[in-house]
């Protein structure tokens, strides 16, 4: 991967993947989904960058570089007070973390539950990046709480839509609210296109055609390695998707 100028700084995807290769995960987004998340902030043409669950920066810092281009911002929403198993402050390794990846002037940390933080928000969203508390009413609150600053044409998108029940049930509320296009798994990060009107796209169509991604995901030792990278690289390529309202997105 070649270097891209990157508002006066340089950077290339490998880099960024050697930044975060140190870092804590806790359900954190694999290098595609970081690299999804890069390019869509490096698209984001109106609108500041907003994430919510930021745990030890791992998203944060692929969301940082890609508002970098843009002389964007990213507002990471966290109360950092650690996980079930990891009790105590995750905000000193966080900060750390931004420090060292050359990200003090883009991101900015609130300290506060979600919920707590959209009380006092007032700024237009380009992309908003949901991964925080994952109980199905809390992804429905940052979804339709948080949402409502998306300007159109913005992005959205949720981690964990795969596995976890909270997001997962969470997306079919995408599918069927009809303000949203193109919308395409990857890994299991669903993210979309704000179009207010369009209508609701079919969420069963979304069920088929995530029964192969199913199917290699369960298939655990069963399948050779060689078999199960091949298809993941097919399916990367034709990821599940709604079809309606394609964009040039996909192609960044
Ligand atoms: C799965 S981790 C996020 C991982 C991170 N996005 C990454 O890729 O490394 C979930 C994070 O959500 C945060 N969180 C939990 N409840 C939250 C809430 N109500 N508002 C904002 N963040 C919350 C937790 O503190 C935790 O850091």
Redesign the pocket.
């Known amino acids: 991967m070649g270097y891209k100028d990157c508002g006066g700084y340089e950077v290339s995807v490998e880099e960024i993947k050697s930044l975060v290769a140190s870092?804590d995960?806790?359900?954190?987004?694999s290098d595609k989904?970081?690299e999804l998340l890069y390019n869509l902030c490096r698209a984001c043409k109106e609108g500041v960058i907003v994430?919510?669950?930021?745990?030890?920066?791992?998203?944060?810092i692929w969301l940082g570089w890609g508002a970098k281009e843009g002389n964007n911002k990213v507002y990471a929403?966290?109360?950092?007070?650690?996980?079930p198993t990891e009790p105590g402050s995750?905000y000193e390794e966080f900060l750390e973390n931004i420090k060292r990846a050359g990200l003090e002037e883009t991101v900015v940390p609130i300290r506060?539950?979600?919920?707590?933080?959209l009380k006092e928000w007032t700024f237009p969203i380009g992309i908003l990046?949901i991964?925080?508390?994952?109980k199905y009413e809390?992804v429905v609150n940052?979804f339709m709480g948080w949402g409502k600053f998306l300007v159109e044409g913005g992005s959205l998108a949720i981690?964990?839509t795969f596995v976890l029940e909270g997001p997962r049930k969470c997306t079919k509320l995408l599918y069927e609210c009809g303000n949203f296009a193109d919308i395409t798994l990857l890994g299991s990060t669903t993210y979309a296109i704000k179009k207010s009107g369009i209508g609701p796209t079919p969420y069963f169509v979304r069920r088929i055609s995530e029964l192969p991604y199913r199917a290699l995901y369960s298939s655990g030792r069963r399948l050779p390695k060689v078999v199960k990278r091949l298809g993941w690289r097919v399916l990367e390529k034709y990821p599940p998707h709604s079809w309606r309202y394609p964009t040039k997105r996909r192609a960044l």
């Not at 995960?25 to 987004?29: D, F, I, K, L, R």
């Not at 929403?77 to 996980?83: A, C, E, L, Q, R």
């Open positions: 870092i995960s806790y359900n954190s987004v989904e970081g994430e919510i669950g930021s745990w030890k920066g791992r998203s944060t929403v966290d109360p950092h007070s650690g996980s995750t506060r539950t979600s919920m707590e933080a990046f991964d925080g508390d994952h809390a940052d981690h964990d």
